[in-house]
């Protein structure tokens, strides 16, 4: 059904046998039994339905430059908030996170919320872009994986990062949100920004996991529409994944996404699936798909199990993926049909979450990995280490390769593996090539300074330039109608055959001599562990024939 532009992924099982050694170093930056705040004195931290660490799982990384944020959503009752963060420079192996930007951004932890408030629901992901603006998808649903219950419509929130203040809100409409809608991922695509517009002409590209479908913003338009296909949909035949020895269900779709910008093509895959799909921007770009047009979806291969964690480096078009059966990371190119394993660890590379190529750490890439699976099954041990921040030097090639090596990142940690106190990932300089000056639109003198870092210690990031921040919030929020709160989670209806997946194609069914048939089907009656019962009938009927 699908062309094969690149040819098929070969199987991660058999890359022992024709791809490389495993050679890189897998590096411990943070690790953490259960993940912990910094709450307020007044904060009821003592509360299982404020702060419940059994029920926090990490599911997206950013590396900023003097930062390291960390996403974590509401897939259950007790995470106090959605998107945190921590100092580069931070010491010891387990730091506490701070809120980021502050509390008053996560007053959906108290149930205290109002859906015109600048604020976050359940963050799933986050990215930044180049002109240092952190970009947090905020899906709106509340204990995902318990009531679903929709708290706020899904909103992008962009923060710029030399102030931490909100700098633009976007709402979608709701021709591309569903009743089921869960904003999972964010790809930021700036290959045709201008320097000029700073970052506010991007593509965005979002998947829809529970709704199967890519939502995309044109930010320079401020237009948004939604494209979909069968490919996005979960596969019933890997439904039950598999880690060690845990096996858990989850018939999640689109979620795992990735972006060369070079070739211009956006990576994607369903938790449920051994795929790996491809589409180019210019089809997404193009608008919504007229009556009878399908989007030109490609195979790009089969891996050796399911996965979330897909990157892509920004030159090269390497693809970075890890595969849950494997606990493993490898690496593929599809130009030249290189593979590798990059690493394998059956206790630190359970379930990676979010894989990561940031422009702000030169050649490494950097995987999430926190244990989904045990938090899912509810036997998660506090014991040991259940979320890590893993790094691996020198695989990524960078976007500027000319920037002179005395102003790229330099000093991120050793070379060896330890998980020592001492541990830091000292922030940096960055070129001033990658800041894009903002706009001035209003007269000096109702600027102020952006204020000075509190710790004195933590070595801030330099500006080139000198930046000033307005006073007044430079974004005029209206307020955002009222969602119908009603229960109902599309996760049961999945699992309940409600909803039926989308056939990409016929599949037989084979007998002994390997000839094809198909069943039977009586449309008068229904199967379900095999009781019979007759159908509803029609209004101009009186018996059932």
């Known amino acids: 059904m699908y062309g094969r532009r690149f040819g098929c992924l070969v199987a991660l099982a058999s890359l022992y046998l024709v791809g490389s050694e495993v050679v890189s170093k897998l590096e411990t930056v943070k690790q953490w039994s259960f993940l912990t705040y910094n709450f307020p004195w007044e904060f009821p931290a003592n509360q299982k339905e404020f702060y419940n660490p059994e029920n926090i799982v990490a599911t997206g990384i950013e590396v900023g430059y003097d930062r390291i944020f960390i996403a974590t959503p509401r897939l259950f009752s007790g995470v106090p908030a959605t998107l945190s963060s921590i100092p580069r420079g931070s010491q010891g192996d387990s730091p506490v996170l701070q809120a980021y930007p502050d509390w008053s951004h996560h007053a959906a932890g108290t149930k205290q919320y109002n859906c015109s ?102 930010s320079g338009k401020d237009l948004t529409w939604r494209v979909s296909h069968p490919a996005m949909y979960p596969d019933p035949d890997f439904s039950e994944s598999t880690i060690l020895e845990h096996r858990f269900t989850l018939m999640d779709g689109v979620v795992g996404l990735a972006f060369d910008p070079e070739a211009e093509i956006v990576y994607f895959q369903p938790l449920a699936t051994d795929r790996l799909f491809s589409v180019a921007t210019s089809a997404l770009r193009s608008g919504p798909l007229p009556f009878g047009k399908e989007l030109p979806v490609k195979l790009v291969g089969r ?55 940031p422009a702000r750490d030169g050649t490494a890439l950097y995987i999430l990995t926190s244990r989904f699976h045990r938090f899912f099954l509810k036997n998660v041990d506090g014991n040991d280490f259940n979320t890590r921040i893993l790094r691996i030097d020198g695989l990524v090639t960078p976007t500027a390769p000319s920037v002179p090596s005395a102003l790229l990142p330099s000093g991120f940690g050793p070379t060896y593996e330890t998980n020592s106190a001492y541990y830091s990932l000292p922030a940096v300089t960055p070129p001033s090539s990658q800041f894009k000056p903002l706009p001035q639109t209003v007269p000096l003198a109702n600027y102020r300074p952006a204020p000075a870092p509190s710790n004195a210690h933590v070595k801030p990031y330099a500006f080139i330039q000198n930046y000033f921040v307005n006073s007044k919030q430079p974004y005029a929020y209206e307020p955002v109608p009222i969602i119908d709160k009603t229960k109902n989670n599309p996760f049961f209806v999945l699992n309940s055959g409600e909803k039926p997946f989308p056939a990409t194609r016929q599949r037989p069914q084979y007998g002994l001599n390997g000839e094809i048939f198909f069943p039977k089907i009586n449309h008068h009656f229904n199967d379900f562990n095999g009781l019979r019962y007759a159908k509803s009938l029609r209004a101009n009927l009186t018996a059932n024939h």
């Open 117 to 218: 408030d600048i604020g976050l629901v359940s963050v799933y992901r986050i990215r930044i872009d180049s002109c240092n603006r952190l970009w947090a998808l905020d899906a709106g649903v509340s204990r995902s994986l318990e009531d679903f219950e929709v708290t706020c419509p899904p909103k992008i929130l962009v923060y710029d990062l030399h102030t931490d203040q909100v700098v633009r809100r976007i709402d979608f409409p709701p021709e591309v949100v569903r009743r089921e809608s869960l904003y999972t991922n964010i790809i930021i695509d700036e290959t045709t920004s201008r320097p000029e517009n700073n970052c506010d002409d991007v593509f965005v590209y979002i998947t829809d996991t529970v709704a199967p479908g890519i939502v995309v913003y044109d």
């Open 303 to 357: 891996k050796s199990s399911q996965g979330i964690g897909l990157a892509a480096s920004p030159r090269g078009g390497t693809i970075f993926y890890s595969p849950f059966t494997e606990t493993a990371v490898a690496s593929w190119n599809p130009r030249t049909n290189e593979h590798a394993i990059l690493a394998q660890d059956q206790e630190r590379l359970q379930f990676a979450a979010d894989i990561r190529t």
